[in-house]
């Protein structure tokens, strides 16, 4: 008996361990916030990069994805481990239960922050690339949709369809996995930052459930694999590969990675690469146009091709048609993800999406 409760002391003497390290870990995140030029050469350049690379290239080996199963695994642990603990309120070890739940969360916080979690205290992508986001007025947003809907205009014409009008990529996603890495091998010409050897994405077998939540894909941190709901809508996969690559090369924050999906799908050689990254930054710039000047909006709405009208269609009737509880639930979710991890706005802050967008057009304007 004496055994038995010395090892359930150990126990919990080790749960304690691992709690104490991920609040140590917790400071250590909050204190390297400050130094951002230190993690982007130490960290993000550095070890990290190397240690993505090497994890995904081994994750890569399987034609499925690693993460998805992991993602699984831990939630159903998780749900054990609280049923467990209601148990114990009547065994009273209702203690020993919340530590090694606590160990375990810790646990699952101590390997993001180390694996990936570093990456949102990075310097900001426009310090990395060379433009200034600056404050722009309602005429720059107008002069940008109106150059993307030209932009998106012309390369609609050029697209496949299907029997319904809508466009098509033949091969589907895994022609679009094959091709992606493409974009990247000639943006890192110019921005060396974003070249390396990774594995490729891989599609979410649970992506019939992911529509209900209005995820179009998720980077998984502890297998460093780029996933992808390939029921998404054809047009709009070329773009959400590329954002989730742009998690696996290290940048964390959500309209960084949307702005770098922008730019390697438009130095992509396949037009229907390009075709994606314009509708991308077109949803986004003429959303942010709808909120400052309506009527601008309407006007310019008006322009598009039947194509594109018929692909934006398309693309709302499908997402509509699963919104519900779960949707906003995983919304929620998210949005307090992202505010947890320095970004305060939450689901907010894809609006500098659009401030960089702006940034890139003055430039090449100019």
Same mark, same amino acid.
């Given at each position: 008996?004496?055994?038995?409760?010395?090892?359930?002391?150990?126990?919990?003497?080790?749960?304690?361990?691992?709690?104490?390290?991920?609040?140590?870990?917790?400071?250590?995140?909050?204190?390297?916030?400050?130094?951002?030029?230190?993690?982007?050469?130490?960290? *993000?350049?550095?070890?990290? !990069?190397?240690?993505?690379? @090497? %994890?995904?290239?081994?994750?890569? $080996?399987?034609?499925?994805? &690693? #993460?998805?199963?992991?993602?699984?695994?831990?939630?159903?642990?998780?749900?054990?481990?609280?049923?467990?603990?209601?148990? *114990?309120?009547?065994?009273? !070890?209702?203690?020993?239960? @919340? %530590?090694?739940?606590?160990?375990? $969360?810790?646990?699952?916080? &101590? #390997?993001?922050?180390?694996?990936?979690?570093?990456?949102?205290?990075?310097?900001?992508?426009?310090?990395?690339?060379?433009?200034?986001?600056?404050?722009?007025?309602?005429?720059?947003?107008?002069?940008?949709?109106?150059?993307?809907?030209?932009?998106?205009?012309?390369?609609?014409?050029?697209?496949?369809?299907?029997?319904?009008?809508?466009?098509?990529?033949?091969?589907?996603?895994?022609?679009?996995?094959?091709?992606?890495?493409?974009?990247?091998?000639?943006?890192?010409?110019?921005?060396?930052?974003?070249?390396?050897?990774?594995?490729?994405?891989?599609?979410?077998?649970?992506?019939?459930?992911?529509?209900?939540?209005?995820?179009?894909?998720?980077?998984?941190?502890?297998?460093?694999?780029?996933?992808?709901?390939?029921?998404?809508?054809?047009?709009?996969?070329?773009?959400?590969?590329?954002?989730?690559?742009?998690?696996?090369?290290?940048?964390?924050?959500?309209?960084?990675?949307?702005?770098?999906?922008?730019?390697?799908?438009?130095?992509?050689?396949?037009?229907?690469?390009?075709?994606?990254?314009?509708?991308?930054?077109?949803?986004?710039?003429?959303?942010?146009?709808?909120?400052?000047?309506?009527?601008?909006?309407?006007?310019?709405?008006?322009?598009?091709?039947?194509?594109?009208?018929?692909?934006?269609?398309?693309?709302?009737?499908?997402?509509?048609?699963?919104?519900?509880?779960?949707?906003?639930?995983?919304?929620?979710?998210?949005?307090?993800?992202?505010?947890?991890?320095?970004?305060?706005?939450?689901?907010?802050?894809?609006?500098?999406?659009?401030?960089?967008?702006?940034?890139?057009?003055?430039?090449?304007?100019?």
């Amino acid at each position: 008996m004496d055994k038995i409760k010395e090892g359930l002391k150990s126990k919990n003497r080790k749960g304690i361990i691992i709690i104490s390290i991920a609040i140590i870990t917790m400071a250590i995140n909050i204190l390297l916030s400050y130094f951002p030029k230190k993690i982007e050469l130490l960290y *993000s350049n550095g070890l990290n !990069k190397k240690m993505i690379q @090497l %994890i995904s290239l081994f994750t890569g $080996l399987f034609p499925f994805s &690693i #993460g998805e199963l992991l993602v699984l695994f831990l939630f159903l642990l998780l749900v054990v481990l609280f049923l467990w603990a209601m148990i *114990s309120i009547f065994r009273k !070890k209702l203690l020993r239960s @919340l %530590i090694i739940i606590g160990a375990y $969360l810790s646990f699952l916080y &101590i #390997g993001f922050i180390g694996l990936w979690g570093l990456n949102y205290h990075r310097v900001p992508l426009e310090e990395v690339i060379g433009i200034t986001v600056d404050q722009y007025s309602t005429q720059d947003l107008i002069d940008l949709s109106q150059y993307l809907i030209q932009e998106a205009n012309n390369l609609r014409s050029s697209m496949i369809e299907d029997e319904h009008g809508v466009t098509q990529i033949p091969g589907g996603y895994r022609s679009i996995f094959e091709r992606a890495q493409k974009g990247y091998d000639q943006l890192s010409i110019q921005y060396q930052e974003l070249g390396g050897n990774y594995g490729r994405p891989k599609p979410i077998f649970l992506s019939k459930a992911m529509l209900y939540t209005g995820i179009t894909g998720i980077y998984m941190p502890y297998t460093g694999e780029a996933n992808v709901n390939i029921l998404a809508e054809d047009y709009t996969l070329p773009a959400t590969t590329m954002h989730e690559m742009a998690h696996q090369r290290g940048y964390a924050r959500e309209e960084e990675a949307n702005y770098i999906a922008y730019l390697t799908c438009l130095t992509h050689e396949d037009l229907d690469f390009q075709y994606s990254g314009t509708m991308l930054a077109l949803v986004y710039s003429m959303n942010a146009l709808k909120k400052y000047d309506h009527v601008a909006y309407q006007d310019l709405r008006a322009s598009y091709s039947e194509g594109v009208r018929r692909d934006l269609q398309y693309s709302y009737d499908l997402w509509h048609s699963y919104e519900g509880k779960v949707e906003e639930v995983a919304s929620r979710m998210n949005d307090q993800y992202l505010k947890s991890n320095g970004q305060k706005s939450g689901v907010k802050s894809y609006g500098k999406m659009v401030d960089l967008l702006l940034a890139d057009y003055r430039r090449d304007k100019n």
